[in-house]
C-alpha cells in the first residue's frame, strides 16, 4: 500500500498508465479521496479501468472489482444486495466512462436506479470511446471529429447531438442526480458529499476532458473544462427526484469559441462555410441550455468565479488519510 | 419424505434449503416457476435473501457475480437465449473463478424461437470454464442443486445444473426434500478468499498480457480436470448422508455384456431404460450410459464404461452446425486417444421439443450403423419432409 | 520475466512503475522575487510579511518586515510607496494597501512595546562610526548592532532622526513615532552621541583611528541659496531652515502672504506648515504639474502627487512654470517676489538653472519667501571623509549619497552599507541586492483564481488646518488582515492546494508545511503549473 500522503489517501494512487494530463484520472482521484478507501469499487470496462489495472498491477488502494463493459451498475447492484443481506453498510460506488453510461451501460444503469439500489454511480465522460481510439459515443458533442465520425468531404463532424443523459437519469426520480467538472472542486465535493449522505441510487456526471481525444495541451485540462461550463455547454446542475434544486450560476458567459479554439477535434470548423454553421449551432445550443438551466440568472451562493477561489492554506480536502495503518498487510 | 413436486419447485426448495443470500433473476419460459417460487418464499419469510428482478439475463449474471464477489451465496436462473444473453458474464465469472451456481431449464435457440426443450443452449456455453451437470428427474435437480454449491466452493469454479425444460420443470414427480439440518450438515456456509472488502482491500478483473494471461486459462482447465474428482467424492458423499447417489460423473444402466451402448443426457434416460429393457427382453445385448458430468468432460470414466461396447450410439440433443453431434465428437475424440476404434453412431434428435419416445428410440438403435459415404452424423426421427425451408425459396406460408 | 498470473491483485502494486519515466519536462517549486520586492528601495520582504500578517501573526509579520527596515511606523505614513505601483494585484482590481499594512505594522509594534531581537549572542570586537542620526545612519547602525557590532552614532543636532526629523512636519510624522522607533533601535545597544559634529567636537582623524569602519550618512540638509542679501533673515529663508524651526517647536508668526519657491517635497511642506501657521500660501514652482501634456522630459515637478494634491486640497495656491525674477522689499520688510514664465528649467549641464522669458513678470504679493530649490550634503568637516573610499573603510549613504532621494532608498543604503562594512572587515564578498529583478509577472499568473476585494483605506482627518495633527489615519483592526489578504503571493506558494488536487498522478505530495513533487510518477503534463494562481510552478525540459 502506498501511503506517501499524510493527507490524502491516494485512493487511486501513482503509476497508473493515464496519457498524460488526463482529465479522468483527475476527477477519479478527487472523487474516490472524497468517498475513501472503506468502500466498494465496481468500474466498468474502459480508459479508467484500462489504465488503472494494467497486467496485473493495480493503482487502487481500495476494494475493487472490474467485470465487462457493460454491467458495472448490475454487478455493483449484487454487492449491494451482498451487503445488506449482510447488514454491513460499506458504500458502493460505480465508476464508468461515456460509454459504460450512455450507451452500452445504460440498461444496467436504469434497472439499477429503477430497483432503488443504494449505489453511487460516477460517470466520467471524456465524450467518446477514448480507451479503444477515440471512436464516438452518444456523449460526443455535436460537429467533433472522433474517428468514427470523422470530417470529410461530405461530415462535419459527427452529426448527433450530445445525449442528455442527466435529463433520462433523471426521469428516474432518483434521489440524486448532478453534474460538475474538474475545474471547480469545491463543487465537485460539495456534490460527491452530498451524494454520500442520500441513500438510493444516486448519479454524478462528471465531464473529464481528453488531451488525446480532444486534441488540446495536456496542461489545459482544467482549463478547458472550467470553459466547458462557462461557456454554458456543460451546465452544473442538480436533480432531485427529478426536480432541478441547483444550477451553478455564469458569472458570464463565454463564447463557444474560447473554449473550441484550444481543441483540435473542433479545429475543422474553423475555415469553411460548413464549418461556420456549425460553429452557430454549438453557439445555439449553449444559448438554449443557458436558457433552460437559467444559468445566468440563477440566484445562488456561488457562481463559476466565486467558487473556484483560492484560500491561503487551502479549502480542507478529503476523508481524513489514516494516521495509523496496519503494516502487517 | 416423498411429495409430488413440479420440477422447478423441487429446484426452488433445494435453492431455499441452500441458504442464497441473493437471488437475482430475468424471466424466460421455462426457468419462469422456479423463480416465481422464490419469490414468494422471499416474500412470506421463508427465504432470507435479496430477491432482484433483474433487468435482462446479462444483469442477472452480473448481480450474482457482484453478490458472489461481495461475499454472498447467490442463485440465479435461465433458458435459451437468456442463457446465450449471459454469455460474457458467464466467461467473466469463470474467469474470475467466482463459485457462482444456477440452472439451465435447457430450451431450444432461436431462430426460429422455440420455447421447448433441448441442449443447444448449455451446450453453446461448453467452453465458457462451467462444471456443466446434466440431471435426468426432479429429484436429481434437487440433490445435484446442493451438491452444486459444494463443488462450485471447494473448487472455485462456477456451476450450471441443467434440466430439460417443460420435461422436468413443468413436470411432477416424487421427490424426496432433505432437511434444513441435513442439507447444512452437507453443505458449510460460504466463505471466499477473494471476497471485497475494505478491511484486505484487492484488485479483481484486472488486466492480463500475453506473458500471464495463459497461464490463467491452464489453472482454469487444470482445476477443470480435478473436478472429476471432486465430483465424484460429493456425489458419493450425498449417497452416504442422503441415501441417494447417481453416479457421479456417468451413470450406467445393464451395461455388464452389452455389446450395444447408448449414450444420452438428461431426461430421456428414462425412456432409454425402457427401451434397453425391452430389446434385453427379446434378447440384444443393449446398454445404456448416461453422461450425467458434460464439463470436464470424463473422458476415463467414459472409456471405462463404453471399452467392452462393439456399437456406441450417441444420441443428443444439441449438434454443431456444420461438425456433427457435439458429445460424440468429443467421444470420438476420447475413444481414439485411449486406442479404441470402435465407431460411434453420432445421432441428433429431439431438437426445439420433438420427442423422442421409446418406439423413436427403439428405431435409433436398430437403425443401420452409418455408412461411409454418409454423414458425420444423423437427425432422428424424421418427419413430413418440409418444403420451403431452404434459404432461397420464398415461404409464403 | 512474466508477471505471475493473479486473481487478486495486490492495492497500489502500480506503484513499482516509475511513470516519471514518460515526462519531456518537469515542475519545479520555485520562489519567485514580486515586483513589489523589486521596486521597494529597501528590499524589503513584502510578500513574506504580508502572509503572516494575513494570519494575523502580527509580531512574526513585524520582525519580518523590519529585517530590512526598522522604520514602518515612519514609512507607513512618508514612503511613497513604490511598492504600490509594481503590485500585481493592480491588474486584478487595486494594488494592496503595502503603505497602509507598514504603517499598521510599525503603529503595532510601538503600542505593543516589541523589542528588535540580536540576530547572534557573539560580540564582535571590531567598532563602527555612523555620522548621522537620520534614516541611513539608524538603518546602518541597526543591522550592524543586531549582528553584535559595537556602533557609536554621531548626530550634530540635539535629537536624532535627521530629516525624518528636522523635515518633516508632525502632521506627516508625528514625532512620538519617530521616537518609538528610534528608542527601539537604540535599545540593541547604539551608542548615540548628539551635539556631536565632526570636525568640531571630534575630529574626523579620531573617527578613522577609533574605528574600523566609518559611515557617512548626513543627509543633504545644505540648502540651495538664492543670492540674495536679505538670506537667511526673517523675511527670506530656505525650506529646510523654515521645517527645521518649526519642527523644532519654534512658534513662527507669519505674514499674511508666504510664497515657498521650489517644486519639491520640501517646498510642499513648507507650504503646508504655512498654511496651518495661517498664511496664504502660494507655491512658485519653476516645472510643470503632474500629468502635464507639455511638459518635456525631467520638467515635471518631483514632489509626490499625493502631497500636491493634500495642498491644494488645503488651499495651497499653486503658480508652474514660474521663477524668480527679484526679491521686491518696501524697507526691511518683504512685499513681493517678481516672477516670470520660465524656459528651461536646467541650463545645458543639466544643473538646475531656470532661464526666464523676459517680459513675463508678475508680481507675487509676499511677507516671507522660502526658497526650496534643492539641496546638497554638507561635508564641513569630513572633506577627506568623503573622498576615501570603501577601500580606505569609510562607505556613504542615504541622501548624502546622491539621488533618489526618498527615506525608503536611505533605509536601504543603511542596510547594504553595513553588510558590505561586515564583509569587508571578514575579507569575504558582497554584492547588492538592492532592486533584484522581479521574477513573476501578472501574466505568469492565474488572476481568476482570486476573489475581488475592494482596498481598505485609514480615514482622512477632515480638519486640517487647525493644527499639526495627522492628516491620514491607518488601517483599523479587521481591516488590517484582510488587507494583508489581498496580497497575490506572486511567485510564492500559499498552499491554495490547487496543485495537489488536480496532479492526475498522484505525484504532488502534501506535506505539513507545502508540497512536494515525487519525480518517480510524475509526467511532466504540466498541469499544476498551469494551474497555480501566483505563478509559483516552473516546467522546465528534462535534461537528455
Known amino acids: 500500500m502506498d501511503k506517501r500522503d499524510p493527507f490524502r489517501h491516494n485512493v487511486l494512487t501513482s503509476g497508473h498508465r493515464a496519457c498524460s494530463g488526463c482529465g479522468e484520472a483527475m476527477a477519479a482521484r478527487m472523487v474516490t479521496d472524497l468517498i475513501g478507501p472503506d468502500a466498494i469499487y465496481v468500474n466498468a470496462t474502459g480508459c479508467l479501468q484500462v489504465f488503472t489495472t494494467h497486467n496485473q498491477q493495480s493503482a487502487w488502494q481500495a476494494p475493487w472489482i472490474h467485470s465487462v463493459f457493460a454491467n458495472a451498475a448490475a454487478v455493483a447492484s449484487g454487492v449491494e444486495a451482498a451487503l445488506r443481506a449482510k447488514g454491513k453498510e460499506t458504500p458502493v460506488v460505480v465508476q464508468a466512462g461515456d460509454g459504460g453510461t450512455f450507451d452500452i451501460g445504460l440498461q444496467c444503469l436504469s434497472g439499477m436506479i429503477e430497483r432503488g439500489h443504494d449505489v453511487l454511480f460516477v460517470c466520467y465522460d471524456n465524450e467518446a470511446y477514448m480507451n479503444t481510439g477515440v471512436q464516438r459515443s452518444s456523449s460526443t458533442p455535436h460537429a467533433v471529429r472522433t474517428t468514427t465520425s470523422p470530417p470529410g468531404r461530405l461530415s462535419q463532424g459527427k452529426h448527433h447531438l450530445k445525449k442528455d443523459v442527466i435529463s433520462i437519469i433523471a426521469a428516474h426520480h432518483l434521489p440524486y442526480a448532478a453534474t460538475a467538472t474538474v475545474a471547480y472542486f469545491p463543487d465537485l465535493k460539495a456534490k460527491v458529499e452530498k451524494a454520500m449522505t442520500i441513500k438510493g441510487p444516486r448519479f454524478l456526471h462528471i465531464l473529464s476532458p481528453c488531451p488525446l481525444g480532444w486534441e488540446h495541451d495536456s496542461a489545459l485540462s482544467v482549463t478547458v473544462s472550467r470553459l466547458a461550463v462557462e461557456t454554458g455547454l456543460f451546465p452544473l446542475v442538480e436533480l432531485e427526484h427529478g426536480e432541478l434544486t441547483g444550477v451553478m450560476r455564469l458569472a458570464a458567459q463565454r463564447p463557444v469559441e474560447e473554449y473550441l479554439r484550444p481543441q483540435g477535434r473542433f479545429k475543422h470548423l474553423f475555415g469553411s462555410k460548413e464549418g461556420a454553421v456549425e460553429l452557430r449551432h454549438l453557439q445555439a445550443l449553449a444559448d438554449a441550455r443557458i436558457r433552460r438551466y437559467g444559468l445566468l440568472s440563477a440566484d445562488t451562493e456561488w457562481d463559476t468565479e466565486s467558487v473556484a477561489q483560492v484560500q491561503r492554506h487551502g479549502r480542507g480536502g478529503y476523508v481524513s488519510a489514516p494516521q495509523e495503518m496496519d503494516d502487517e498487510r | ?397 | 520475466m512474466s508477471a505471475s498470473a493473479k486473481l487478486a491483485v495486490a492495492p497500489g502494486s502500480s506503484t513499482a512503475y516509475q511513470s516519471g519515466d514518460w515526462r519531456s519536462e518537469q515542475p519545479l517549486y520555485r520562489d519567485k522575487w514580486p515586483p513589489c520586492s523589486q521596486t521597494c528601495p529597501a528590499a524589503e520582504d513584502i510578500q513574506a510579511w504580508l502572509a503572516l500578517a494575513s494570519d494575523q501573526q502580527w509580531q512574526a509579520a513585524w520582525r519580518t518586515l523590519t529585517e530590512r527596515n526598522p522604520f514602518p511606523a515612519t514609512m507607513g505614513r512618508i514612503c511613497y510607496h513604490p511598492c504600490e505601483s509594481g503590485c500585481n494585484r493592480k491588474h486584478l482590481d487595486s494594488a494592496v494597501n503595502i503603505h497602509g499594512m507598514e504603517r499598521y505594522l510599525g503603529d503595532l509594534a510601538i503600542a505593543e512595546g516589541w523589542q528588535h531581537k540580536l540576530l547572534t549572542e557573539i560580540s564582535q570586537s571590531q567598532r563602527i562610526a555612523v555620522v548621522g542620526a537620520g534614516p541611513a545612519g539608524l538603518s546602518c547602525a541597526f543591522q550592524l548592532a543586531r549582528r553584535g557590532y559595537p556602533v557609536t552614532i554621531f548626530d550634530a543636532q540635539s535629537t536624532p532622526g535627521g530629516t525624518l526629523s528636522s523635515g518633516i512636519p508632525d502632521y506627516r510624522l508625528p514625532k512620538s513615532v519617530l521616537q518609538g522607533e528610534i528608542d527601539a533601535i537604540l535599545a540593541l545597544g547604539v551608542q548615540l552621541k548628539l551635539n556631536t559634529r565632526i570636525g568640531i567636537e571630534i575630529s574626523a582623524d579620531s573617527l578613522r583611528e577609533d574605528f574600523d569602519a566609518v559611515f557617512l550618512a548626513v543627509g543633504a540638509l545644505q540648502p540651495r541659496t538664492y543670492p540674495d542679501d536679505g538670506y537667511g533673515s526673517h523675511s527670506v529663508m530656505s525650506g529646510v531652515d523654515f521645517l527645521r524651526r518649526i519642527n523644532a517647536g519654534e512658534s513662527l508668526s507669519l505674514p499674511k502672504h508666504v510664497a515657498v519657491i521650489g517644486g519639491g517635497n520640501t517646498a510642499i511642506d513648507a507650504a503646508r506648515c504655512a498654511r496651518r501657521l495661517g498664511a496664504e500660501v502660494t507655491v512658485v514652482c519653476p516645472q510643470d504639474p503632474h500629468g502635464s501634456h507639455h511638459h518635456q522630459q525631467g520638467t515635471e515637478m518631483p514632489a509626490s502627487l499625493r502631497e500636491v494634491v493634500e495642498a491644494e486640497t488645503e488651499g495651497v495656491n499653486f503658480r508652474y512654470r514660474a521663477g524668480v525674477r527679484r526679491l521686491v522689499r518696501s524697507g526691511e520688510h518683504l512685499s513681493g517676489i517678481e516672477v516670470a514664465r520660465v524656459d528651461q528649467v536646467h541650463d545645458r549641464h543639466g544643473h538646475f538653472n531656470p532661464l526666464l522669458f523676459e517680459g513675463t513678470e508678475e508680481l507675487v504679493p509676499a511677507g516671507l519667501a522660502v526658497f526650496a530649490i534643492g539641496q546638497e550634503a554638507d561635508w564641513y568637516g569630513l572633506e577627506d571623509l568623503s573622498q576615501a573610499g570603501e577601500k580606505s573603510g569609510v562607505w556613504i549613504g542615504g541622501d548624502a549619497a546622491g539621488k533618489p532621494r526618498l527615506a525608503a532608498s536611505a533605509v536601504g543604503s543603511g542596510y547594504q552599507a553595513a553588510m558590505s562594512i561586515i564583509a569587508t572587515l571578514k575579507d569575504e564578498s558582497f554584492v547588492s541586492d538592492t532592486h533584484k529583478k522581479a521574477q513573476i509577472i501578472f501574466k505568469q499568473m492565474q488572476l481568476h483564481y482570486y476573489p475581488k476585494q475592494p482596498r481598505r483605506e485609514g480615514e482622512i482627518n477632515q480638519q486640517r488646518l487647525t493644527g499639526f495633527d495627522e492628516v491620514n489615519k491607518g488601517l483599523v483592526d479587521g481591516d488590517a488582515e484582510h488587507e494583508a489578504g489581498r496580497c497575490l503571493s506572486c511567485g510564492v506558494c500559499f498552499e491554495c492546494d490547487n496543485c495537489w488536487h488536480f496532479c492526475p498522478d498522484a505525484a504532488v505530495i502534501k506535506k505539513e508545511s507545502g508540497y512536494e513533487i515525487d519525480y518517480d510518477y510524475c509526467k511532466g503534463c504540466g498541469i499544476c503549473a498551469q494551474e497555480c494562481p501566483c505563478g509559483h510552478i516552473d516546467m522546465k525540459p528534462v535534461a537528455e
Open chain 2, 1 to 397: 419424505m416423498k411429495k409430488l413436486l413440479e420440477g422447478s419447485q423441487a429446484v426452488a426448495e433445494a435453492v431455499r434449503l441452500c441458504r442464497p443470500q441473493v437471488v437475482a433473476a430475468y424471466p424466460i419460459t421455462p426457468q419462469t416457476h422456479i423463480i416465481e417460487r422464490l419469490a414468494q418464499h422471499v416474500a412470506d419469510g421463508e427465504l432470507a435473501a435479496e430477491f432482484i428482478n433483474a433487468e435482462s439475463e446479462f444483469g442477472a449474471a452480473s448481480i450474482v457475480l457482484g453478490a458472489v464477489a461481495a461475499g454472498a451465496r447467490a442463485f440465479t436462473a435461465t433458458a435459451s437465449q437468456g442463457l446465450l444473453l449471459m454469455t460474457e458474464v458467464l466467461y467473466n465469472i469463470a474467469g474470475m473463478r467466482l463459485p457462482v451456481v444456477m440452472v439451465c431449464a435447457n430450451r431450444a435457440v432461436g431462430a426460429p424461437i422455440n420455447i421447448f426443450s433441448d441442449h443447444q443452449d448449455s451446450m453453446a456455453l461448453r467452453d465458457a470454464g462451467w462444471i456443466q451437470i446434466y440431471v435426468e428427474s426432479n429429484q436429481e435437480a434437487a440433490d445435484s442443486l446442493i451438491q452444486a454449491y459444494r463443488i462450485a466452493e471447494v473448487c472455485e469454479l462456477p456451476v450450471m445444473v441443467c434440466m430439460d425444460g417443460f420435461f422436468l420443470t413443468h413436470t411432477f414427480e416424487p421427490v424426496d426434500l432433505p432437511s434444513q439440518a441435513m442439507v447444512d450438515g452437507y453443505l458449510p456456509a460460504f466463505r471466499f478468499a477473494r471476497t471485497l472488502d475494505p478491511t484486505q482491500p484487492m484488485t479483481l478483473g484486472g488486466g492480463s498480457e500475453a506473458d500471464n494471461y495463459q497461464e490463467f486459462r491452464v489453472a482454469q482447465h487444470h482445476t477443470m480436470e480435478n473436478a472429476q474428482t471432486v465430483i465424484e467424492a460429493f456425489d458419493a458423499d450425498f449417497g452416504e448422508q442422503f441415501g441417494r447417489t447417481y453416479g457421479g460423473l456417468v451413470q450406467d444402466y445393464r451395461l455388464a455384456g452389452a455389446d450395444t451402448v447408448l449414450l444420452g443426457l438428461g431426461s430421456l434416460m428414462g425412456a432409454v431404460r425402457d427401451v434397453v429393457d425391452r430389446l434385453r427382453d427379446q434378447g440384444q445385448a443393449v446398454g445404456a450410459l448416461r453422461l450425467r458430468c458434460f464439463r470436464p468432460f470424463p473422458a476415463q470414466a467414459l472409456i471405462e464404461q463404453l471399452r467392452a461396447a462393439q456399437r456406441i450410439i450417441v444420441l443428443e440433443k444439441a449438434f454443431s452446425a456444420g461438425a456433427g453431434g457435439i458429445v460424440a465428437i468429443e467421444l470420438r475424440a476420447a475413444l481414439q486417444q485411449a486406442g479404441i476404434t470402435t465407431t460411434v453412431d453420432s445421432v441428433i434428435g429431439g431438437l426445439g421439443g420433438r420427442d423422442l419416445t421409446p418406439e423413436v428410440i427403439e428405431a435409433i438403435i436398430r437403425g443401420a450403423k452409418p455408412d461411409e459415404h454418409e454423414a458425420t452424423c444423423r437427425f432422428a426421427p424424421d418427419h413430413i419432409a418440409p418444403d420451403n425451408i431452404n434459404s432461397g425459396e420464398a415461404s409464403h406460408g
